[in-house]
């Protein structure tokens, strides 16, 4: 059977996993699930936790790489805990046009504390509009 997108090369690397029909696919077990049901306050977060917040963009920014549209795109957000979240997405100079301040979203992902600067920073989280 042929399925567009798949290429002899992934064929084998689908077949070495026994994977030979679609049928396969659909009863194969994910690599991991993430349960975005932990949703927590900016204030609450622990390092190295996968959670969910309910946040509002404070600022948006792209620096470096600007050939190509591959910058790093920062973002603050903050909650009503009043607490802060940096976050960063690599090649995510697309986001720009996405994200804007005061846009409430949910974002997803694990958080990561840089000691020097104590602040909560997560490093490309998924992210959604729950509000609309």
Same mark, same amino acid.
């Given at each position: 059977?042929?399925?567009?997108?798949?290429? @002899?090369?992934?064929?084998?690397?689908?077949?070495?996993?026994? &994977?030979?029909?679609?049928?396969? $696919?659909?009863?194969? @077990? @994910? *690599?991991?699930?993430?349960?975005? !049901?932990?949703?927590? !306050?900016? +204030?609450?977060?622990?390092?190295?936790?996968?959670?969910?917040? $309910?946040?509002?963009?404070?600022?948006?920014?792209?620096?470096?790489?600007? +050939?190509?549209? $591959?910058?790093?795109?920062?973002?603050?957000?903050?909650?009503? !805990?009043?607490?802060?979240?940096?976050?960063?997405? *690599? #090649?995510?100079?697309?986001?720009?046009?996405?994200?804007? @301040?005061?846009?409430?979203?949910? &974002?997803?992902?694990?958080? +990561?504390? +840089? *000691? $020097?600067?104590?602040?909560?920073?997560? #490093?490309?989280?998924? *992210?959604?509009?729950?509000?609309?």
């Amino acid at each position: 059977m042929y399925v567009k997108g798949v290429g @002899p090369a992934r064929a084998a690397m689908l077949e070495a996993k026994n &994977l030979k029909v679609v049928e396969d $696919l659909l009863t194969y @077990p @994910p *690599f991991r699930y993430e349960i975005v !049901s932990n949703v927590k !306050s900016i +204030r609450d977060l622990a390092p190295g936790e996968m959670a969910t917040v $309910l946040a509002e963009v404070r600022s948006t920014k792209v620096s470096g790489f600007q +050939r190509r549209n $591959l910058g790093l795109f920062q973002a603050t957000f903050t909650d009503s !805990s009043r607490g802060v979240l940096a976050a960063k997405w *690599f #090649h995510g100079a697309y986001l720009n046009d996405v994200l804007a @301040p005061g846009q409430k979203i949910a &974002l997803f992902g694990q958080d +990561r504390v +840089r *000691f $020097l600067l104590r602040q909560f920073v997560d #490093h490309a989280p998924e *992210f959604e509009n729950p509000f609309g």
